[in-house]
């Protein structure tokens, strides 16, 4: 009787003796989110006056319009004046709505083709670059090298090459207007783009690729899946984080392509007139208003496709480590309740 009578206090002195150390747990997280907020606060400061001040100043720029005009009782007044929406408007379906949607359906033209060309290519310099073989260095910096060159200076150089008496035309036996305005301007600026950015691809491939353990390919040649089944089955699945980042990435600099069509094909030619350019052109002519309005629908456009694209494609590596550690938690919290019962119910 002695000794039922020591057992039951020391089971039922369990739980108490845990409740402590859960609520220090707890307050150990707490402690360590308000130390994260705070060491990430002078960072966030920064960003919020580096990228949240311009965006609410730019959309502010184009609630107004610069320059004389009439008021409702036919005065003339002169500086800025509070217009709304009416520079979205006017964009959408006013006297500007072809420029706009002609530039809108370049920049979605551009963006998917090279992307699309970019991400094929990408992955193919990424699986060559990964081999064993003699000279790989030198194939890997010389695959890198259009990656390093300035967009500027890769415009010039593929504007002597789409020449009239260029090597274009040399090698094609034609001759075909590269640079005047037209959709082979268009087949030019892609050529262009896709030779100087599927490298960034490329590379961020190839750091996922270095990831994928040796043991899981010799596995897979034991159960006898060829290299095509390795690809799809393997590779392709391990490489897909860093694969949608980098898409991510080239989509979103994609849609704010500007040096390389104004260099390679020149500004106010309508088969290669983006809405980066489009903006510039209206804030060139003083009309701020307008060039702002263009910039905050290129921003909501750039904003849409990335919040799909992570949430459609699941490119969020980021939340999902933190799903993961969650449920880490929870089932280590779990343990320890159904260890806690177990001592009790003894």
Known sequence: ???????????????AAGAPRT????????????????????????????????????????????????????????????VGLGNYTAIVQGDRAAAFWNAFGNTTFFTVTTVALETVIGVAMALIMHQMFRGRALVRAGILVPWAIPTAI??????????????????????????????PAKMAIVVAEVWKTSPFIGLLVLAGLQMIPREVYE??????????????????????????????FRMLDALRMFDLPAVLIGVNQKSVETLTMLAWFEA???????????ATVLFLYIAVIAYLFVKLLGADIIGEARRQDRGARKGARKGARKGARKKVTA
């Open 284 to 294: 060139s002519n003083l009309r701020y208003g307008s060039a702002a309005a263009y």
């Open 23 to 82: 609520r220090a747990g707890k307050g150990d997280v707490q402690g360590t989110r308000r130390l994260a907020a705070l060491l990430l606060s002078p960072t966030l400061l920064v960003l919020a006056l580096v990228i949240g001040y311009p965006v609410l100043a730019g959309f502010r720029e184009s609630l107004y319009a610069r320059g004389e005009g009439l008021d409702d009782q036919g005065f003339v007044v002169a500086g800025d004046r509070f």
């Open 154 to 183: 890769s415009g010039l150089l593929w504007r002597w090459i789409f020449q009239a008496d260029g090597a274009a035309n040399a090698v094609l036996r034609e001759q075909i207007l590269w640079t005047a305005d037209g959709f």
């Open 1 to 15: 009787m002695a000794t039922t009578r020591h057992e039951k206090p020391s089971a039922m002195g369990s739980p």
């Open 219 to 248: 596995a897979a040649r034991v159960d006898g899946a060829g290299p095509v089944q390795q690809f799809w089955r393997i590779t392709l699945p391990l490489v897909k984080p860093a694969l949608l980042v980098a898409v991510l």
